[in-house]
């Protein structure tokens, strides 16, 4: 019924941080969904918290190596860019601004860099990927 994908598990194995549809903008009768937003399910309790503050399309959430912070993919100021926030959905911060569409931001294993793939805005002359990176803004 709703979409849930892209789980990832926390480093401590305590939590899964996803995207899903659900929201008070899906309608089944209507056909109309709501805007992707990341969860969180909790294992030990089998709850479910939905980050606050959220808006567009928020997708591909990672762990930071230390479980405190999430990087993920917003266009919620137009173009898909990689962001960070604190685990409770605090502290949210873009990290890329270069008008790419990034996806799936991967940290590096000292949690000091995300590396992307981006794909430059689409012109007549080129549509190639490029891989960026970034450092962490705290």
Same mark, same amino acid.
């Given at each position: 019924? @709703?979409?849930?994908? #892209?789980? !990832?598990?926390?480093?401590?194995?305590?939590?899964?941080? @996803?995207?899903?549809? @659900?929201?008070?903008?899906? $309608?089944?009768? /209507?056909?109309?969904?709501? #805007?992707?937003?990341?969860?969180?399910? $909790?294992? %030990?309790?089998?709850? !479910?918290?939905? /980050?606050?503050?959220?808006?567009?399309?928020?997708?591909?959430?990672?762990?930071?190596?230390?479980?405190?912070?999430?990087?993920?993919?917003?266009?919620?100021?137009? +173009?898909?860019? !990689?962001?960070?926030?604190?685990?409770?959905?605090?502290?949210?911060?873009?990290?890329?601004? $270069?008008?790419?569409? =990034?996806? =799936?931001?991967?940290?590096?294993?000292?949690?000091?860099? !995300? %590396?992307?793939? %981006?794909?430059?805005?689409?012109? %007549?002359?080129?549509?190639?990927?490029?891989?960026?990176? +970034?450092?962490?803004?705290?």
């Amino acid at each position: 019924r @709703f979409a849930q994908r #892209d789980p !990832v598990w926390s480093p401590d194995g305590s939590r899964i941080a @996803f995207t899903t549809d @659900f929201g008070a903008g899906t $309608d089944f009768e /209507l056909l109309s969904y709501d #805007d992707y937003q990341i969860g969180l399910f $909790d294992i %030990a309790t089998s709850e !479910v918290t939905y /980050l606050p503050e959220q808006k567009g399309k928020n997708i591909n959430p990672q762990w930071g190596p230390g479980g405190r912070t999430l990087a993920f993919v917003s266009d919620r100021k137009g +173009a898909r860019q !990689v962001w960070l926030m604190d685990a409770d959905g605090s502290r949210q911060r873009q990290l890329t601004s $270069d008008g790419g569409q =990034h996806t =799936h931001p991967t940290w590096s294993p000292s949690g000091k860099r !995300v %590396a992307t793939p %981006a794909r430059a805005q689409a012109t %007549a002359r080129s549509g190639r990927s490029r891989r960026t990176a +970034a450092r962490r803004r705290t």
